[in-house]
Each structure stands twice: as C-alpha cells, then as structure tokens.
C-alpha cells in the first residue's frame, strides 16, 4: 500500500468531529504526520473519552461547534484557510435516531449540506473526504458484499439519513466540485469501527468494557447479527491514503469508496465480546431479549475491491488483532498507562506494517 506520511506535513487540516471516537484518532494521527490541525466539533460527552484521554485540545486548535450553525462553520473555514477537510461530525447511532429523528437527519443532512457549502465557497480546500457509513446503504440482507453503485437508503432514521448525506455529497460533486480547478472529493463508508476511547452508548465494544471493568455480566441483545468489525486506523488509513492521492491528482479519483475487512473477516456480536473477554482474563456473557422491539440488521458487509484497486488498500489487522489492541488500550489504561502512549504505540505499529 502506498504511503502517505509525507503529504500532511505542515499542511492546514481541518477535522469536523474531532472530540469523537474516529474523529480525535484521526486527529492525532495528522498532527503525528507535521499537520497542522485544526478542529470543529460539540463538546466532549464522556469525561473519559479518547479526546480527552490524551489531552488532544492541547495539541491541535479546537473550536467548540455546531455542524448545524452554517455561519460558524463559514467563518471557521475563512479564517484557518485549510487545504484538506475530513468531515465526520454526525449523531452516529443507530438506536439514538429513534428517540431523536429530528436531530439525525438536521445533523447528518442538514449540517452535511452546511460543511460542503462552506468548501464549495472556500478557495484554500484542495481536498474534501466526507464520512458516511456502511449504513448508508439500503440493507436486503444478501450475503455478498455493498459495493458503492449500489442502492442507498435505509429504514431506520440513522440509515436513511447517512443515504441522504451521500445524495447530498453527489449533487455538489457534480453540480461544482467537478469542475472546480485543483481541487478532489470523495465520499467515504466504513465498517463498524472499534477501538480505544469510545465510550457511546449503545455500542458493542463500550458497553462490554464497562461490564468487565464493574464484573457484571456482558449482555447481548443480537449475539448472531454479523458486521464487518474493523480496528479505528483501518478506515483511517484509507481516509489519509485518498486524501493524500487526491492531494496529488485531483481528478485521477472521486466518487465514493468502501472501507472494510477482508471478505472471510465476517464475524458476530458474540465473536467480539468472546473475544475481550478471552483477553481480559474474566467475564460472562448472556443474551436478553431486544428491548424496545427495536429493528437491528442482520447480515452486513461491503465489498472494498474499488479501495483495492484504485488505492492499493488493503486492510493490515485481522479480526483477532482488532480485539487485541482494542481491549489493551482499555486495559492498559484502567491499570493506570496514559493513553497518548498507548494511542502512539497502536498508530506506530500500524504504520510499521504499511512500509
């Protein structure tokens, strides 16, 4: 796989959401490369989350924020001048969409149209990634992967509003950024994503940990429903590795790109929390029934042969390797480790294994 460590370096970048779980890796990640960081973002929720955890306010220029605020956003943009924008501010779960459609879709559409509008009229962007989701795409269930032509949409809110976000990022690519001079965008879908610092509610990986961590029982409501569980720096690497192509030649790339585990990398709810509990020594795992007879999907992967073949990504960490480094860096904290370190360590090694 190509590299990309030398195309950040002292570059102005601009991170919406970056006080989240992907959002402050990825922030990180830049500022380890010589970028100059800049980030856009509502406050942290979690005292203990990853932004906090490794002081990342200290190290980048943050701007507390509202995606949803257009002239925030503009004035932001006006004033920093970045040449690379990575959006993934959004309200990025699932079962919260149903107690909250309105947000949903006013953050994830409305707040999307406000970020693309900004770029669109902001002549220092040279690069756009915006971030969706796997989600986005219409879920019938079939065994085989979504590729990027494929349907979008979604039944419940958070679906069909990151389906509505792609519609959205299509029509200003055609409509301006097509024809703009020296200037590329793509949009991009990930996997469920997994790893240290995310401590959302309703998650897999987050609501195992604090079960561990308080020696109570891990509880499954849909312990056989697959996903394409990838390690945070997977997709992370291939945001920067398109970003950094794009950088080089605009037009070469585009369009929308998946980001995922390897086909045979398929594995369960019940695989995952099997597998940090076999690493952290302890715990016990049962299932209950689904509360709130809330629908869940089934049977989800993506098929990255696109990635494969225009970027030469391909993912480094299989599935075994994931749930190890991500129950050592919540293990390794509990026990008193400071999470910079353990977040440096990760992201070195990943970059070792690039080279």
């Not at 993934?88 to 406000?114: H, I, M």
């Not at 409501?221 to 990838?230: E, H, I, S, V």
């Not at 045979?264 to 995952?272: C, I, N």
């Not at 008193?336 to 294994?353: L, V």
């Amino acid at each position: 796989m190509n590299n990309f460590y030398n195309t950040f370096r002292n570059k102005k970048v601009l991170i919406t959401g970056d006080t989240g779980f992907k959002g402050s890796w990825l922030s990180y990640w830049l500022y380890s490369l010589g970028a100059i960081v800049y980030g856009f973002a509502l406050p942290v929720e979690h005292e203990n989350d990853h932004f906090n955890l490794i002081n990342l306010e200290k190290i980048i220029h943050h701007t507390n924020g509202d995606i949803r605020d257009f002239e925030k956003i503009r004035n932001v943009l006006i004033s920093v001048e970045p040449e690379f924008v990575f959006h993934l501010a959004a309200q990025p779960l699932v079962r919260r969409s149903y107690t909250d459609p309105k947000l949903t879709f006013d953050t994830n559409v409305g707040g999307s149209v406000n970020i693309f509008e900004a770029v669109r009229v902001s002549p220092s962007v040279k690069v756009l990634i915006a971030v969706t989701s796997d989600k986005c795409y219409k879920n019938k269930e079939w065994i085989w992967g979504y590729r990027e032509i494929d349907e979008l949409g979604g039944k419940d809110p958070y679906s069909a509003s990151k389906g509505a976000a792609e519609l959205v990022f299509n029509a200003y690519k055609e409509s301006f950024f097509e024809n703009r001079l020296h200037f590329g965008a793509a949009s991009v879908r990930a996997g469920n994503v997994i790893g240290g610092g995310d401590w959302s509610l309703d998650r897999i990986v987050p609501d195992c940990i604090r079960s561990l961590q308080n020696n109570r029982s891990i509880t499954l409501r849909n312990p056989y429903a697959t996903r394409p569980w990838q390690h945070v720096l997977e997709p992370l690497s291939g945001y920067l590795l398109l970003a950094s192509r794009l950088y080089e030649n605009q037009k070469l790339l585009g369009g929308s790109y998946n980001f995922g585990p390897d086909n045979g990398e398929m594995y369960t709810v019940k695989d995952l929390a099997e597998g940090l509990v076999s690493f952290w020594g302890n715990g016990q795992i049962e299932t209950i029934k689904k509360d709130g007879g809330l629908p869940e999907a089934g049977l989800l992967h993506l098929n990255c042969d696109k990635a494969h073949h225009d970027l030469g990504w391909y993912p480094i960490w299989d599935f075994k390797k994931t749930v190890l480094e991500t129950a050592k860096w919540y293990k390794m904290v509990g026990e008193g480790e400071k999470a910079i370190n353990i977040t440096n360590c990760q992201i070195t090694e990943y970059m070792e294994c690039i080279k």
